[in-house]
């Protein structure tokens, strides 16, 4: 069955950065891009970014652009998202999401950063 | 950027009743529009992609229409369990989200 499983929960103090993974399972991974979106508490979701990781191509929102970076690693299944120069608004719960005929069918189960000082 | 707007942003109502959300993109967007469902704690969850198919496995109470701007969301007849949180997303440019829709139970 196919699962995405992400790394445990992270604290962060303002200015640094954190890295995500996301491992799959269950698909062929270069077969479908990878999305990542976020959701702060008690917020609405957010979408940060896509990645192809058959090619390694990647898009941004625009309002990530220059802070959001998302690679893979395919010999082991793996995705990343790392955000940087971090702030207390980017505390969030984040999610990767498999990408299938221009939706995301199957999810994460979520990795909370928390930005704190 | 595409924005796209839910209303209403929440709902009261009833088991059994009928309920419809819609949704409005900024531009033409197509059929690429997607409903997801999110109970609290947990990610959320595919119904319906490119504006009017079923996800595998939803129950068909669910139903999407609408192309171009406007789209609407239909639980024909609502359950315990349809009691959450639904956002609409366009994949059309990138994949902005509406601010979601709050169901609850009246």
């Known amino acids: 069955q196919v699962q995405l499983v992400q790394s445990g929960a992270e604290v962060k103090k303002p200015g640094a950065s954190v890295k995500v993974s996301c491992k799959a399972s269950?698909?062929?991974?270069?077969?479908?891009?990878i999305n990542w979106v976020r959701q702060a508490t008690g917020q609405g979701l957010e979408w940060m970014g896509w990645m192809n990781p058959n090619s390694g191509n990647t898009g941004y929102a625009q309002k990530f652009q220059g802070r959001v970076t998302i690679t893979r690693n395919t010999s082991i299944s793996t995705a990343y998202m790392e955000l940087s120069s971090l702030r207390s608004e980017d505390t969030a719960v984040y999610y990767c999401a498999r990408y299938r005929v221009g939706s995301s069918d199957y999810w994460g189960q979520g990795t909370l950063v928390t930005v704190s000082s | 950027d595409i924005q796209m707007t839910q209303s209403p942003s929440s709902l009261s109502a009833s088991v059994g009743d009928r309920v419809t959300i819609t949704c409005r993109a900024s531009q033409s967007i197509s059929s690429y529009l997607n409903w997801y469902q999110q109970k609290p704690g947990k990610a959320p969850k595919l119904l319906i992609y490119a504006a009017s198919s079923l996800q595998s496995g939803v129950p068909s109470r669910f139903s999407g229409s609408g192309s171009g701007t406007d789209f609407t969301l239909t639980i024909s007849s609502l359950q315990p369990e349809d009691f959450a949180t639904y956002y609409c997303q366009q994949s059309y440019s990138t994949g902005s989200f509406g601010q979601g829709t709050k169901l609850e139970i009246k």
């Open positions: 269950g698909y062929t991974f270069t077969s479908y891009d």
